[in-house]
């Protein structure tokens, strides 16, 4: 393929695939026309300068935290072997497939004042007693960490075992002990992973609501939904999502350009990342402390929400939950299909992409996972609905009263390119770290023997990506499994998913009785993980 | 890895398939609804009407804030005939954006009390959501309680629980006290209540109602039905009900409601199911589903709610709630009640 062809076809992907997540960003922009000013003048006033701080305070907390927990796991359960890690290194990734807002819940409820463990603690011991209070600013940060320390840990771990025993065992030739060779070489080769799981890390908790509103912190997705839902003022919310979304673009950008200066392509990767045997405390300590993480995020949660759900199931669970858990994996799982090959086209399209335009529309592409979904539903749902309406005019033209109703923006067709403009960050993350692993100087090799293009894609680069492919895979298809509010925007009349359910109940604040729904999420995605966690195990 | 793409190949063509299909119906018979009145609230009462006459109802359900925008972008190729919420200001601001149509009904002016609907006919009340004053009867002498106004005094000071402002029916609430005290007089309320709260304000009613319970605070403000769903289940809840303000302007109300949208193609069908609506039976049903009070005097009461006695409630139009609602939101921000 000549490069020029490959240009062009590469900005002309970037440019379809920024599209999704451009419409709302448009409609945020056409947004700026309505006059808005007196809700600004008060935001500005009152409420965005203490959301902005609590906001940067939370994503520098969660950023932070999700770093460190994450690759602690993964470098222990890469490189070291200790009691009950083979049941780690899938379990570890559990906590994903619990909704956040679910989550903050169970907590909320679990911790406050008026929960089992402080009434036990004030009983028990002093009538004054308190702990910190759940709802906080510290306690959504430490939800959040517990939800999302996956991203980073997956991302690190598939990139420490690509990395394999050569960068290791060379540090060590030349005289490096082993913690020095890995802080050294190994650390650096893992850093665009960990980048990138932070990035997708930021970028939720710049999103989310859930978590926020159940514990009482107010960010600017809770000072945009406060214009909307009460001043009435869509325009000023788009108009602050359009902030949030450049904001996120600007910040991705800017840490894509401080690494995109060092190269961090592995030469050959190549032999099994060696395994250190942990003997006594140490095997103890990595047991414990891998075993806490996990029941805090996932074990003790679960058994909280399976005795809600347990109370409720007698007179909630029906024949039609085998109906909203099919749906719930049946749009996950194409929806995560849909997403992972788009992240392949935008990964290659990237690749090596040095026009400013065609890279900052690649980057545009990925920021719908920073807008609160139900403002990119909205800002979605608008231009494909008028879409809708100018093409039924037509109809009508033509046909007059035998047209046809038309109804695009309530078809799995809206609902697919929304999850597209969401998710693909989640995607392109663990796409884009797998493809600069790949040494260009192998491209050139492969090139030298004749295989180029597709063929290259297929023989060269598939094989070296499956466990990035993999960890994209499951990480989409844990999110769709969770995602609400374009799916309860775009869906079709009288279809029901399980996190449709979890807001049917919610709606009302019946949280116990959410809890069913929200047990039969966790069990529907777990299966699929563990599948495909495994899989990364094989194939990294 | 090349089968599991197989895989998740077919189970997209599959979904895709499946998408062309869900066109709404347009048979005459047919009732589209946009409810942001949950599904296992509504079902049951749809289904009804679907047995009692065989005009056959589709709904969906999302935040009615979602839905409005949803109308808005659709306009006149909108499926919708009806959009039903849990909320007065939010069928307002429907109605302010021209999405709602007048209706004439001597059936629907007779069954729904006049302060309770749109005065242009737009929108109409179906079951009242009562907002007022809970107390722990062991900490506190009901004789000290009178207004919502006076949580504002040094009385209550580290007593007080409040749900959050995000919350739509404390925006209407401090909306309806804007309407009848002015904005000066709400602003030093909503001030006090913020210095005598016992801890930060609660993310739902159900959690205040259990810190009442639990001791961290001695008097709340929620909604009734939520005390209906744990007396419900917990009969001997330490918890008490008071009726604010009987004296001055009577309980803060909200209302779940529905209008017929601009742009339905079925608007007489539309009018008789809201008229069914608003009738006796329904009204019981309606109501009795989520512990509220029906709209139409005539309706029976569910009897655990009934046990709480009745009540003077406010009568200022619900309109109030929505047209206020902004600047209820932007003194509550003033104010400092987060």
């Given at each position: 393929m ?9 900005g002309?992907?970037?440019a379809?695939l920024?599209?999704p997540?451009?419409?709302p960003?448009?409609?945020a922009v056409?947004?700026?026309?309505a006059p ?9 006033q009152y ?7 609590n ?6 907390v969660v ?9 602690a796991?993964?470098?222990l359960?890469a490189?070291?072997?200790f009691p009950?890690r ?24 679990a911790?406050?004042y008026?929960g ?6 004030r009983?028990a011991?002093?009538?004054?007693l308190r ?7 510290g306690?959504?940060?430490?939800v ?20 394999g025993?050569?960068p ?15 802080r050294?070489v190994l ?8 980048a990138?799981?932070?990035?997708l890390v930021?970028m939720?908790?710049l999103?989310?609501?859930g978590?926020v509103?159940?514990l009482?912190v107010d ?5 945009i939904y406060?214009?909307w839902y009460?001043?009435y003022?869509?325009?000023?919310a ?6 949030l ?29 060696p395994r250190?045997?942990?003997r006594g ?14 029941a805090?995020?996932f074990?003790?949660p679960m ?10 199931a ?19 799982a194409?929806?995560?299909f849909?997403v ?7 990964g290659y399209a990237l ?8 890279n900052?529309l ?10 609160p979904?139900?403002?990119l539903?909205?800002?979605l ?36 390119l ?10 392109a ?5 797998g493809?600069e692993?790949?040494?260009r ?5 492969a090139?030298?023997l004749?295989?180029r ?6 023989r060269?680069?598939l ?6 492919l993999?960890?994209?895979a499951?990480?989409v298809?844990?999110d769709?499994?969770k995602?609400l509010?374009i799916t309860?925007?775009?869906?079709p009349?009288?279809f029901?998913?399980l996190a449709v ?6 709606a ?8 069913l ?10 299966i ?8 990364v195990?094989?194939?990294? | ?5 197989s895989?998740?190949?077919?189970a997209t063509?599959a979904?895709?398939?499946t ?7 347009v ?5 589209v609804v946009?409810?942001a009145r949950n599904?296992q609230?509504?079902k049951p009462v749809f289904?009804?009407?679907?047995r ?9 359900t999302g935040?009615?804030?979602v839905l409005i925008?949803?109308l808005a972008?659709e306009?006149k190729?909108s499926p919708?005939?009806?959009l039903?919420?849990v ?5 307002w601001?429907a109605s302010?954006?021209?999405l709602l ?8 002016e007779?069954n729904?009390?006049a302060?309770l609907?749109?005065?242009d006919?737009?929108?109409?009340g179906?079951s ?16 000290a309680?009178?207004t919502?106004?006076?949580?504002a005094?040094?009385a209550?000071k580290?007593?007080l629980?409040l749900r959050?402002?995000?919350?739509v ?7 309806m ?13 909503v ?7 016992a ?6 009613d ?5 810190a009442?319970?639990?001791g961290?605070?001695?008097?709340g403000i ?16 330490p918890?008490?009900v ?5 004296a001055?302007?009577g309980?803060?109300?909200?209302i779940?409601?529905a209008g ?10 539309a ?8 009738g006796?039976?329904?009204q ?5 589903v989520n ?9 029976a009461?569910d009897?655990?709610?009934k046990?709480w006695?009745s ?6 139009n619900?309109a ?10 932007q ?8």
């Amino acid at each position: 393929m000549g490069s020029v062809a490959r240009r062009s076809w590469a900005g002309a992907a970037l440019a379809v695939l920024a599209l999704p997540a451009l419409l709302p960003l448009l409609s945020a922009v056409a947004a700026w026309a309505a006059p808005a000013g007196e809700v600004w003048a008060h935001q500005l006033q009152y409420v965005l300068p203490r959301v902005a701080v609590n906001t940067v305070l939370l994503l520098l907390v969660v950023g932070t935290s999700t770093a460190l927990l994450g690759t602690a796991l993964a470098w222990l359960v890469a490189a070291h072997e200790f009691p009950g890690r083979r049941v780690f290194a899938w379990a570890l990734l559990l906590p994903l497939a619990v909704p956040a807002y679910v989550l903050a819940v169970v907590f909320a409820g679990a911790l406050d004042y008026a929960g089992p463990l402080q009434g036990w603690l004030r009983q028990a011991f002093h009538a004054g007693l308190r702990l910190p209070p759940i709802r906080s600013l510290g306690g959504a940060a430490l939800v959040l960490t517990l939800c999302l320390y996956p991203y980073v840990y997956l991302l690190a771990r598939v990139a420490l075992e690509a990395a394999g025993s050569r960068p290791l065992e060379a540090a060590q030739s030349l005289g490096l002990d082993r913690d020095t060779a890995l802080r050294r070489v190994l650390l650096p080769l893992v850093r665009p992973a960990v980048a990138a799981g932070v990035a997708l890390v930021c970028m939720e908790t710049l999103a989310d609501f859930g978590v926020v509103a159940a514990l009482n912190v107010d960010t600017l997705t809770t000072a945009i939904y406060r214009a909307w839902y009460g001043m009435y003022s869509i325009a000023a919310a788009l108009q602050m999502a359009a902030v949030l979304g450049l904001v996120a673009s600007a910040a991705v950008w800017l840490e894509r350009r401080a690494r995109g200066a060092r190269g961090y392509a592995a030469q050959r990767p190549a032999g099994e990342l060696p395994r250190r045997r942990l003997r006594g405390g140490a095997a103890l300590a990595a047991t414990a402390f891998a075993g806490t993480v996990l029941a805090v995020a996932f074990v003790l949660p679960m058994a909280q929400l399976v005795a809600w759900a347990w109370k409720h199931a007698a007179v909630d669970l029906d024949a039609r939950y085998w109906a909203f858990a099919g749906r719930s994996v049946a749009l996950a799982a194409s929806g995560a299909f849909v997403v992972v090959i788009a992240a392949l086209v935008h990964g290659y399209a990237l690749r090596g992409e040095r026009r400013w335009w065609a890279n900052g529309l690649g980057r545009m592409a990925t920021t719908g996972y920073a807008i609160p979904g139900t403002v990119l539903a909205v800002g979605l749902f608008a231009p494909l609905a008028a879409l809708n309406g100018w093409l039924q005019d037509r109809l009508d033209a033509l046909l007059g009263a035998a047209a046809p109703q038309l109804f695009l923006q309530g078809t799995l067709l809206a609902m697919f390119l929304a999850y597209l403009a969401r998710f693909l960050a989640v995607g392109a993350g663990p796409v884009e770290s797998g493809l600069e692993r790949i040494h260009r100087h192998l491209d050139e090799a492969a090139a030298l023997l004749g295989v180029r293009g597709v063929r290259r894609l297929y023989r060269l680069h598939l094989p070296l990506l499956r466990g990035s492919l993999a960890a994209a895979a499951i990480l989409v298809f844990v999110d769709l499994m969770k995602e609400l509010p374009i799916t309860l925007m775009t869906r079709p009349f009288g279809f029901e998913t399980l996190a449709v359910r979890v807001f049917e109940m919610a709606a009302e604040g019946e949280w116990q009785r959410a809890a069913l729904p929200s047990v039969l999420i966790v069990a529907a995605g777990v299966i699929p993980v563990v599948l495909l966690a495994r899989r990364v195990a094989h194939v990294a | 890895m090349p089968h599991v793409f197989s895989l998740l190949a077919a189970a997209t063509l599959a979904a895709a398939l499946t998408a062309v299909a869900p066109l709404p119906a347009v048979a005459a018979e047919t009732l589209v609804v946009y409810s942001a009145r949950n599904e296992q609230l509504i079902k049951p009462v749809f289904d009804a009407y679907t047995r009692e006459t065989g005009i056959a109802i589709r709904f969906t359900t999302g935040d009615a804030a979602v839905l409005i925008e949803r109308l808005a972008a659709e306009g006149k190729n909108s499926p919708a005939d009806l959009l039903m919420t849990v909320d007065a200001g939010e069928l307002w601001n429907a109605s302010q954006r021209g999405l709602l149509q007048p209706v004439k009904s001597a059936t629907l002016e007779r069954n729904v009390p006049a302060h309770l609907r749109d005065p242009d006919g737009r929108w109409f009340g179906l079951s009242m959501r009562a907002r007022t004053i809970f107390y722990s009867p062991q900490r506190v002498d009901p004789k000290a309680l009178s207004t919502y106004e006076a949580l504002a005094q040094p009385a209550w000071k580290g007593r007080l629980c409040l749900r959050t402002s995000k919350k739509v029916y404390n925006q209407s609430l401090v909306a309806m006290m804007i309407a009848r005290d002015g904005e000066t007089k709400t602003e030093q309320a909503v001030r006090g209540w913020v210095a005598n709260l016992a801890t930060d304000v609660f993310p739902n009613d159900t959690a205040l109602l259990e810190a009442i319970a639990a001791g961290q605070c001695d008097v709340g403000i929620a909604n009734t039905y939520y005390y209906g769903r744990i007396v419900k289940e917990r009969p001997d809840f330490p918890v008490r009900v008071f009726w604010a303000n009987q004296a001055s302007g009577g309980v803060h109300v909200n209302i779940s409601g529905a209008g017929v949208t601009q742009h339905s193609r079925n608007v007489t069908a539309a009018v008789r199911f809201l008229e069914w609506l608003s009738g006796p039976r329904a009204q019981s049903h309606f109501a009795a589903v989520n512990m509220e009070y029906p709209v139409n005097p005539t309706a029976a009461v569910d009897p655990i709610v009934k046990s709480w006695g009745s009540f003077e409630p406010s009568l200022i139009n619900m309109a109030e709630a929505g047209r206020l609602q902004p600047a209820a939101v932007q003194l509550m921000d003033r104010a400092g009640y987060r």
